[in-house]
């Protein structure tokens, strides 16, 4: 079973940082596109960022130039570093996987994705 767990989610203040991680079950991720989503209450899921099988990355326009996307294929994690934090960010962060794909991009699209994580809660309030 395919597995991925998020971490790293917690209570910070605006303008502050916090780094998410994703941690996959499979043996490696040489193969699979990566993407950070996030929901917070009365929204739709968003896409906020996503990584290709060969690093290749995308971002939503909210967190352009504040998150950063990064993945270790040896350590099989997938990271969400995130910067001068804002109220807004505030939702339930998820991470998903399109396994074995052979787009060398990625799309920020929830219904491309088949495999997800059971969420983090990021808090960003004073």
Known sequence: QFQLVESGGGLVQPGGSLRLSCAASEFTLDYDTIGWFRQAPGKEREGVSCISS???????????GRFTISRDN????????????????????YCAAHRLSVLRLCLLDKDWYSYWGQGTQVTVSS
């Open 54 to 64: 060969i690093s290749s990355s995308n971002y939503a326009d909210s967190v352009k």
């Open 74 to 93: 040896a350590k099989k994690m997938v990271y969400l570093q995130m910067n001068s934090l804002k109220p807004e960010d505030t939702a339930v962060y």
